[in-house]
């Protein structure tokens, strides 16, 4: 997941090999998860929450995939993910412009790989504008996440990214 997050935001980096990274690195590193330095005993606490094995000596052959409201409440609150979501903001600015249309269509294509129905489209139209009236009137606090921004965390913590293969 963690790799998928990076992947969509444009940042993950592709280098193969290389040293390991130290765990309390982790947040800050745009390497794959395969080269985050793990201890045996010690997994990250992420892996219980979206079904990884316990331990490095249990066999996982195929992962059993759950959808919890945890999963949701997780991404929506975790620093990372909303940074990954900031990046592609940025991103998908400066390749559409401010042509909200342009911006829906590249991120559904980013993040789902699919185009947004009629009524996906209807409704990020109406969540773009509330949200930019909220800014705009001066209710929402100057550091807030931006509309776009907050789209990507969202589209970025569907279970439907999570399943792509």
């Known amino acids: 997941l963690r790799d998928t997050q990076l992947a969509v935001a444009g940042a993950l980096e592709r280098r193969i090999g290389g040293p390991s990274v130290p765990m309390e690195a982790r947040e800050s590193s745009n390497r794959r998860n395969l080269y985050l330095f793990q201890r045996r005993g010690n997994p990250p606490s992420m892996q219980g929450l979206f079904d990884g094995p316990n331990e490095a000596s249990e066999s996982c052959p195929q992962r059993h995939v759950s959808t919890t409201p945890l999963h ?94």
């Open 72 to 165: 949701a409440l997780f991404l929506l609150n975790n620093e990372f993910a909303l940074r990954c979501a900031i990046v592609l903001a940025q991103r998908v600015e400066s390749l559409a412009g401010p042509d909200r249309e342009r911006q829906i269509d590249l991120l559904f294509r980013e993040v789902l790989s699919r185009p947004a129905t009629e009524a996906e489209r209807l409704a990020l139209h109406k969540f773009l504008d509330e949200e930019s009236a909220k800014r705009s009137s001066g209710s929402v606090a100057p550091n807030a996440p931006t509309p776009l921004q907050m789209l990507c965390h969202v589209l970025m913590s569907l279970s439907e990214l999570s399943s792509l293969e």
